[in-house]
C-alpha cells in the first residue's frame, strides 16, 4: 500500500494574480487634452517649419511626446477597452508615406519627415485615448481643450491690445486660429442648446465663444458656421419650450449687433480686405499648384508636408502661401495622396448620414470643417484642424458609431458624473494548507 502523502507537505497551488487596472479620470481625459491641443497651436507668428531646430520646436516636440506617453500609461492602466476601427489609419498612412517619399526627390526629407512623424504621434494619441474613454466624453474633452486654449490666448490678446480683428495674446494665435478653436466647441453647445440639454453656465461658455468667433472676423469662419447651425436647426425634430423662450429673448440683442453696431460692415470690409491673403490672391498660388505638368513626379506624388508657398510669377510678391487645405495637399502629397484624403472625407460624411445616433451633430460640424477646409490649410497637418477631424471620423467608423451615444436624445452636458470608483483591491493570494 503506498504512503499517504500529508497535505501540510503539498506544494501550493500557484493561482495567476489578475493584474490591477486603474480606472482614468475624466480630469485626466480633459487635461490631456488641453495639452495636446496647446502642443499644436502657434508659439510664434510668421514663420513656417524648415527643418531647423530651435527652443520652441524642442518644447513643443517634448509636451507632444509627454502627451503621447501619457495616453499610453493611462491605456495600459485601464481595463476599459472602447471599439475604434482602423479605415481611418489605413488611408493616412499611405499619405503620410507619400509626403515623404515625395520629400525625399525635393530634397527636404528633414522638414517633411517631421512633420509626419508629428502626424503620426497625433494619430496614435487619439487613438489611445479613444479605446480607453467612450467617444462622446472624447468629443467633450476635445472641445474642453479647444475652448480653454482659445480664451486664455483671446483674454490675453484683449489684455495686451491692438485693436483691429480679435488675435491671440499667450499664445499668439492668429484670427483665424482663434476662430477654430472656440467655433468647435460653441456649435457644439448651440447643438445641446437647441435640445435643452444644457445648464446656465454653458449658456454663458456659448455667448463667450461666439463673442470671441465674432470678434476674430474670420469670413470663412463665420460662413462655415452660420451654414453649421442653419444644418442643426433643419435636423431639429422637436423645438422645446426652453429653446423658444430663450431664442426670443435673444432677438433683440441678434437685431442690435445686425443693425445698430458696425460689427457686419467692419467683418465685409474689414482693414486687410486688399491684402495678398484674399481669395484674389490666393488663386494665384492654385493656379501654379494645379497647372504642374502631369509627367512631373511632384504632380503625382507631391513635395513633401513642409511645402507650405509655391513661387508665384508676375506679382510684386515672390512666395505665395497655399492658404487651402486641398491645393496644399496636391502640392504635398500630389494627386494620389489627395485622392485617398478625399476618399477618407467622403466615406466620414457618408457615415455621419447614415448614422442615426451621430447624424444631427456630426453631419453640421463636417461641414464646417470642409468648408473651413477649402480656404485654410490644415486639414492633414499637425495641427488642430486634423484633430477635429480625426475624432469625427473615428466617431464615426463602424465599429464606433455602433456603440455611440444618441445625441438627438441624451444629454451628456446635463449627466450628472458618478464619483470615481476606488482602485480595486488587492486579489488575495492563495495559500496551501
Not at 171 to 190: D, M
Request: hydrophobic share 55%; aromatic share 8%; net charge positive.
Amino acid at each position: 500500500m503506498p504512503m499517504a502523502v500529508s497535505a501540510s507537505w503539498a506544494p501550493a497551488e500557484q493561482v495567476p494574480m489578475p493584474r490591477r487596472y486603474r480606472v482614468p479620470r475624466l480630469w485626466q481625459l480633459n487635461l490631456l487634452w488641453i495639452l495636446l491641443v496647446f502642443s499644436v497651436v502657434a508659439w510664434r507668428q510668421g514663420s513656417l517649419f524648415t527643418g531647423g531646430l530651435d527652443i520652441v520646436v524642442v518644447l513643443k516636440a517634448l509636451l507632444q511626446s509627454a502627451v503621447l506617453c501619457w495616453a499610453i500609461l493611462l491605456w495600459m492602466w485601464s481595463g476599459a477597452r472602447q471599439p475604434v476601427g482602423v479605415r481611418s489609419f489605413v488611408l493616412l498612412g499611405p499619405v503620410l508615406a507619400l509626403s515623404v517619399i515625395g520629400a525625399m526627390a525635393e530634397g527636404n526629407f528633414m522638414a517633411s519627415a517631421i512633420i509626419a512623424i508629428r502626424v503620426a504621434m497625433l494619430a496614435a494619441t487619439v487613438l489611445f485615448v479613444m479605446r480607453i474613454f467612450p467617444a462622446h466624453q472624447v468629443l467633450l474633452a476635445m472641445c474642453v481643450g479647444l475652448a480653454t486654449v482659445g480664451i486664455i490666448s483671446s483674454a490675453s490678446g484683449l489684455a495686451l491690445g491692438g485693436g483691429g480683428r480679435l488675435a491671440g495674446g499667450i499664445p499668439p494665435l492668429s484670427p483665424n486660429e482663434l476662430a477654430l478653436l472656440s467655433g468647435i466647441p460653441a456649435l457644439v453647445l448651440f447643438h445641446q442648446s437647441l435640445r435643452a440639454h444644457v445648464r446656465w453656465w454653458h449658456v454663458g461658455m456659448l455667448v463667450v465663444l461666439s463673442a470671441i468667433l465674432l470678434l476674430s472676423e474670420s469670413r470663412t469662419a463665420l460662413i462655415a458656421a452660420a451654414c453649421t447651425a442653419a444644418g442643426m436647426l433643419l435636423m431639429l425634430r422637436r423645438v422645446p419650450m426652453q429653446t423658444i423662450v430663450a431664442a426670443l429673448a435673444a432677438l433683440p440683442l441678434v437685431f442690435y449687433l445686425a443693425f445698430l453696431t458696425p460689427v457686419l460692415q467692419n467683418l465685409m470690409a474689414r482693414e486687410d480686405s486688399a491684402s495678398v491673403m484674399t481669395l484674389n490672391s490666393r488663386t494665384i498660388s492654385w493656379s501654379v499648384v494645379l497647372n504642374l505638368p502631369n509627367d512631373s513626379w511632384q504632380r503625382w506624388i507631391g513635395a513633401g508636408l513642409s511645402q507650405k508657398t509655391i513661387a508665384v510669377e508676375g506679382q510684386y510678391w515672390d512666395e505665395q502661401v497655399f492658404d487651402s487645405s486641398w491645393i496644399s495637399l496636391l502640392a504635398q502629397t500630389g494627386i494620389i495622396g489627395t485622392f485617398l484624403v478625399a476618399l477618407w472625407v467622403l466615406l466620414t460624411v457618408f457615415a455621419a448620414l447614415r448614422s442615426r445616433r451621430l447624424r444631427s451633430l456630426l453631419f453640421p460640424l463636417l461641414a464646417f470643417v470642409v468648408i473651413r477646409s477649402v480656404m485654410e490649410n490644415g486639414l492633414v497637418d499637425a495641427g488642430a484642424l486634423f484633430l477635429i477631424f480625426l475624432v469625427f471620423a473615428l466617431m464615426l467608423e463602424p465599429a464606433s458609431s455602433r456603440a455611440a451615444l444618441d445625441w438627438e436624445h441624451a444629454a451628456p452636458l446635463q449627466r450628472k458624473q458618478p464619483p470615481d470608483p476606488p482602485d480595486p483591491p488587492d486579489p488575495p493570494v492563495a495559500m496551501g494548507n
